[in-house]
């Protein structure tokens, strides 16, 4: 994803899921996410710079009726609009937070095949931290992040592509551009999702090829500094690798994994992914 900490339409900063069995969650993510020599995430879920990517919350009366899925916040124009835009394609609003003035917040929203996802306003320049944008080490200068926690990537897996690709086309203002794809049985096309600036920052894919069989949910590509000890501790920790892909060196080039409450996220190296 380039321009993960960019204030933008269609940008994704952090994403959260609520869960039960909260500690035993917190442990999992904590203990997988926690590899390779410098961690890129610390034991209380923040990134290496101490900032709130990713949230784990305990499931409570408030947060029952959430799907257990991890939900992305993506930046929107218009909360107010893009939820009406949303309900009137097929989805649902799940909660929708609103001003003591009646302004809309942010807003949870289910799309039509069941996916959650959550939607902001633009975030004000000044809510981003400079040290997102330009780390400390010197590492990434442009916002993408590399050497650091954050959502490397985010994918979307459904039955029917054109249907998903259009919806949040017209919910969130993601532009479109077609990656071709074959998976032997002849050729078709998966989307890469561009924000406003014309950066991939998700992608929305057929059920099909390489991509048979994943939960129709958004999957988050989270990297990690050690994805060969990630994936043995998903194990012992009490949770189970879906599906793994095989790198040129042979090792792990990514992985997706179910938690041991049944949520789906992916894990991949901690070098810069693109789609």
């Given at each position: 994803?380039?321009?993960?900490?960019?204030?933008?339409?269609?940008?994704?900063?952090?994403?959260?899921?609520?869960?039960?069995?909260?500690?035993?969650?917190?442990?999992?993510?904590?203990?997988?996410?926690?590899?390779?020599?410098?961690?890129?995430?610390?034991?209380?879920?923040?990134?290496?710079?101490?900032?709130?990517?990713?949230?784990?919350?305990?499931?409570?009366?408030?947060?029952?009726?959430?799907?257990?899925?991890?939900?992305?916040?993506?930046?929107?124009?218009?909360?107010?609009?893009?939820?009406?835009?949303?309900?009137?394609?097929?989805?649902?609003?799940?909660?929708?937070?609103?001003?003591?003035?009646?302004?809309?917040?942010?807003?949870?929203?289910?799309?039509?095949?069941?996916?959650?996802?959550?939607?902001?306003?633009?975030?004000?320049?000044?809510?981003?931290?400079?040290?997102?944008?330009?780390?400390?080490?010197?590492?990434?200068?442009?916002?993408?992040?590399?050497?650091?926690?954050?959502?490397?990537?985010?994918?979307?897996?459904?039955?029917?592509?054109?249907?998903?690709?259009?919806?949040?086309?017209?919910?969130?203002?993601?532009?479109?551009?077609?990656?071709?794809?074959?998976?032997?049985?002849?050729?078709?096309?998966?989307?890469?999702?561009?924000?406003?600036?014309?950066?991939?920052?998700?992608?929305?894919?057929?059920?099909?090829?390489?991509?048979l069989g994943l939960p129709p949910v958004w999957?988050?590509?989270?990297?990690?500094?050690?994805?060969?000890?990630?994936?043995?501790?998903?194990?012992?920790?009490?949770?189970?690798?879906?599906?793994?892909?095989?790198?040129?060196?042979?090792?792990?080039?990514?992985?997706?994994?179910?938690?041991?409450?049944?949520?789906?996220?992916?894990?991949?190296?901690?070098?810069?992914?693109?789609?």
């Amino acid at each position: 994803m380039i321009g993960s900490f960019v204030p933008q339409v269609g940008a994704v900063f952090s994403a959260d899921i609520a869960v039960p069995d909260h500690a035993r969650a917190l442990r999992f993510y904590a203990r997988v996410l926690g590899t390779g020599t410098h961690p890129l995430w610390r034991d209380d879920l923040m990134n290496n710079l101490g900032l709130p990517i990713i949230g784990l919350g305990a499931r409570d009366a408030d947060t029952a009726h959430l799907p257990l899925q991890w939900m992305p916040h993506i930046q929107v124009q218009d909360v107010a609009s893009s939820t009406r835009r949303a309900v009137e394609l097929g989805g649902s609003e799940l909660m929708h937070s609103r001003d003591p003035d009646g302004a809309s917040q942010w807003a949870v929203l289910l799309d039509p095949t069941g996916a959650a996802f959550g939607i902001i306003p633009v975030l004000p320049s000044e809510a981003v931290p400079s040290e997102a944008v330009s780390p400390p080490d010197g590492s990434d200068g442009d916002g993408g992040g590399a050497g650091m926690g954050r959502i490397a990537w985010l994918d979307l897996t459904v039955a029917h592509a054109p249907g998903a690709r259009d919806f949040y086309r017209e919910v969130v203002g993601w532009t479109v551009h077609e990656v071709s794809m074959d998976d032997g049985e002849g050729a078709y096309a998966d989307y890469a999702m561009l924000a406003g600036n014309g950066d991939p920052v998700a992608g929305v894919c057929h059920a099909r090829g390489v991509n048979l069989g994943l939960p129709p949910v958004w999957l988050l590509y989270l990297p990690v500094g050690d994805l060969a000890e990630s994936l043995r501790r998903v194990g012992a920790e009490g949770g189970e690798v879906v599906r793994q892909r095989t790198g040129e060196d042979d090792g792990p080039a990514y992985a997706v994994i179910r938690d041991p409450v049944g949520a789906f996220v992916a894990l991949t190296p901690a070098v810069p992914l693109h789609s």
